[in-house]
């Protein structure tokens, strides 16, 4: 099959079993054009817990996909590549976290949304990089400790900086790698252009951007911009679809250090299997697991 009969047979096997396909802005471009809801992990959120279909497919990395079972626990929440994590997820589990919090008894505990289902059982509230300052700014506890992503945190920090914020030294691996150099190379090769980057990268580099912000954030910053050229620093695929919205306008990769394999595992293929029943895993959760996971995500819904 051609990719666009395989996109037709996606659309018509989703209508035939009432499917919403949700994508993560990472995502390849044929997927994307197939889904019912794109964006950033904060709005896919949103538009899971709103869809008013039996079935969801995300198309994006596991904790997404747990996070759409937790808000929706009656609907069928499946993912088209089980193999799909998030690096940063998986790096810090309740065990740790529940030591840690003995140390700060005091503190509200802040969970980054790149987190397992289990790990948020026992957090106060969850963010994403789109809400965290202001859900941060709206919780009354002024110390928190803010995981797992030390740089979205110490972004999240200089922002607040009447909050006493204590920071774990957990992150993305993929943004975390980008370095000062890389800025100043991007710099040199296109002195025209603006630098966008995500808050998981670090602060020296966010300190050299002209713009901070969440993959929609990037986004929406681009497209709405009077300037015609642009370093962004996130995924690499996000350059991509900005130059397919903006054939007017020139992006950049910051760095091709910017490529996250695990929001590169799920293809098309993967797509089409998942929705035709041949493949993908469903996510299951027991029922307390939803339930402690849930408050953390209601609270982040509540104050953003
Ligand atoms: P967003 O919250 O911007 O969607 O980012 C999710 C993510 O995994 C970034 O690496
Ligand atoms: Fe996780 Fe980083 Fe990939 Fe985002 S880019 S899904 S934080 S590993």
């Known amino acids: 099959m051609t990719i666009t009969e395989l996109q037709n047979e996606i659309i018509r096997i989703k209508k035939e079993k009432d499917i919403c396909i949700l994508a993560h802005s990472y995502q390849a471009r044929e997927i994307l054009e197939v889904a019912d809801f794109t964006g950033d992990s904060y709005k896919l959120s949103v538009d899971a817990s709103k869809a008013p279909n039996k079935t969801i497919v995300m198309s994006g990395v596991r904790f997404m996909a747990e996070t759409c079972k937790i808000l929706s626990p009656e609907k069928k929440v499946l993912m088209p590549n089980p193999h799909a994590g998030c690096q940063m997820a998986d790096q810090m589990g309740k065990e740790l976290i529940s030591e840690v919090k003995k140390q700060f008894p005091d503190y509200t505990v802040v969970a980054y949304i790149n987190t397992t289902a289990d790990l948020k059982t026992i957090c106060d509230v969850c963010v994403t990089s789109s ?87 990037i986004m929406n910053y681009a497209v709405k911009s009077d300037k015609k050229e642009f370093i962004i620093g996130t995924e690499i695929s996000i350059a991509e679809h900005l130059q397919y919205m903006c054939p007017d306008k020139s992006f950049h990769y910051l760095t091709l250090k910017l490529i996250c394999p695990n929001m590169k595992a799920t293809t098309l293929v993967d797509l089409y299997n998942c929705v035709n029943g041949t493949a993908g895993e469903e996510i299951i959760l027991d029922d307390k697991t939803i339930a402690d996971a849930k408050k953390c995500i209601d609270e982040m819904i509540r104050l953003g």
């Open 131 to 217: 809400s965290a300052v202001e859900i941060c700014s709206k919780i009354e506890n002024k110390n928190i400790l803010f995981i797992p992503d030390c740089n979205l945190g110490a972004y999240v920090a200089k922002q607040l900086p009447d909050k006493n914020f204590k920071l774990l030294s957990g992150g993305c691996p993929i943004h975390a790698c980008v370095n000062v150099e890389d800025v100043k190379k991007a710099k040199e090769l296109y002195p025209e252009a603006e630098v966008l980057v995500h808050p998981e990268c670090t602060p020296e580099v966010t300190a050299m951007a002209d713009y901070v912000g969440s993959t929609s954030g």
